[in-house]
């Protein structure tokens, strides 16, 4: 089998900490012996482009076992770890990926990665679906899947431009991802990789967000629990309102950047933090992003006006500006949770990636009824990942009786009724 890692003999290594995840995803695994049983994708090659943690190790061996053929990549250079890799290909799957590798080692994976020509490409960052629309054809592919609120954002920008040649399920957006996932997982992770590669105080520091997502309500709330006091900063009006409900100051992030002590991007836009706010920061502010792609801290600029930079820690480095103050870049500027710390934890990680579970199998069974466009994750898929998760916990649900249901079919009862 062709794969292109760092050591496979960094395989043993990377089994025990797979296992150690799998324990912490039942929902997954159940899937996965339903896989099994049916055989669901024999015959099927998938492309993945993913953070290659043990939990995503855990999906895909879900989806060997259901007979597929599978290809990955990363998703991001910092975040792949060499013995989940070496794990993946003794469990015979083609991994073209190690930690670290250049940009140019990154697109030459992709490319391997789809050159099995695959009848359905998963994506976290839509760099598979990108790459596939750049070719003259999209071979045998027929559908994607993708997981990511950035990625999810490319998806769309080719659908309005009449460009998407395939359907593409914006798993990102299903309820048990996004409220969940981006919410208690990003929030968690990103708190996780700031105190990872700093050993910083929260409590008592002011700590800024970028963003007021589900992505960023969970790291507001992370750091609050922690201590700090939060600033938020928004260009949408509903979102800053519900960040001033939830009782957190508000502020443009010129404002902000006098009085941060740690800034954090999650907003899935370029050019948050750039020269302006640099020129305002106190000296030792600490700058962390936990958006999927390194655009959101201007770090070309950040460089360019640097006298000097140095390593401090891993993930840690500092920029010393003529002035004589020193701002601090953690992660090279990108997904700060991922580099620094774990990724999401895999309680978290066992309900977005059984959304991409049964995705991938509703997507290679109904692809022909869909049109090329980004679709919903169909409702019943994400009732039954919730339905399944809360049985792990042994949590049960109250139902409707049959005097309630016939109510909620009724248009007769009222108010005079």
């Known amino acids: 089998m062709d794969y292109d890692i760092r050591d496979i003999a960094l395989a043993a290594q990377g089994k025990r900490r797979i296992a150690w995840a799998q324990q912490h995803m039942p929902v997954l695994s159940q899937l996965s012996a339903e896989f099994a049983s049916e055989r669901s994708f024999a015959g099927k090659r998938i492309a993945a482009a993913l953070h290659i943690t043990t939990e995503t190790a855990a999906l895909l061996m879900a989806l060997r076992a259901g007979g597929a053929e599978v290809a990955l990549c990363a998703s991001n250079p910092l975040s792949t770890r060499d013995d989940v890799c070496a794990a993946l290909v003794e469990e015979g799957i083609a991994v073209y990926a190690f930690y670290d590798e250049d940009l140019e080692t990154y697109g030459r994976h992709i490319e391997r990665a789809l050159a099995c020509d695959p009848h359905l490409v998963m994506d976290d960052g839509a760099d598979l679906i990108v790459a596939l629309h750049q070719k003259p054809s999209c071979g045998a592919t027929v559908a994607a899947i993708e997981e990511t609120t950035t990625g999810v954002v490319r998806a ?27 919410r208690y997982g990003t929030g968690q992770n990103t708190i996780d990789g700031i105190l990872r590669a700093t050993n910083t105080l929260l409590a008592g520091a002011t700590l800024v967000v970028a963003g007021y997502g589900w992505c960023g309500r969970g790291v507001a709330a992370r750091a609050r629990g922690m201590g700090a006091r939060v600033v938020v900063c928004e260009v949408n009006a509903t979102r800053a309102l519900e960040a001033v409900m939830d009782g957190f100051q508000v502020l443009p992030m010129l404002q902000a950047a006098e009085q941060g002590d740690i800034f954090v991007t999650v907003t899935g836009m370029a050019g948050v933090i750039r ?77 977005s990636f059984a959304d991409q579970a049964l995705c991938t199998r509703y997507l290679l069974q109904e692809y022909e009824h869909l049109t090329p466009d980004v679709h919903d994750v169909p409702a019943e898929i994400d009732e039954r990942v919730a339905a399944l998760k809360l049985r792990a916990l042994g949590i049960e649900l109250d139902s409707l009786n049959e005097q309630q249901q016939a109510y909620a079919r009724s248009w007769q009862s009222g108010t005079v009724a």
């Open 156 to 182: 769309r920008a080719l659908a309005e431009q009449k460009l998407l040649r395939f359907p593409v399920v914006a798993v990102n957006d299903a309820p048990t991802k996004h409220y969940f996932d981006n």
């Open 275 to 351: 020269n302006e706010h640099f020129q305002s920061m106190k000296d030792g502010a600490i700058l962390a992003n936990s958006g999927h792609f390194n655009v959101e801290i201007d770090i070309a600029t950040l460089a360019d006006i640097a006298s000097e930079r140095s390593q401090i820690r891993e993930h840690l480095e500092e920029y010393r500006l003529p002035d004589g103050r020193k701002l601090y870049l953690l992660a090279q500027g990108r997904l700060v949770g991922q580099v620094a710390a774990e990724a999401s934890p895999a309680a978290i990680m066992d309900l």
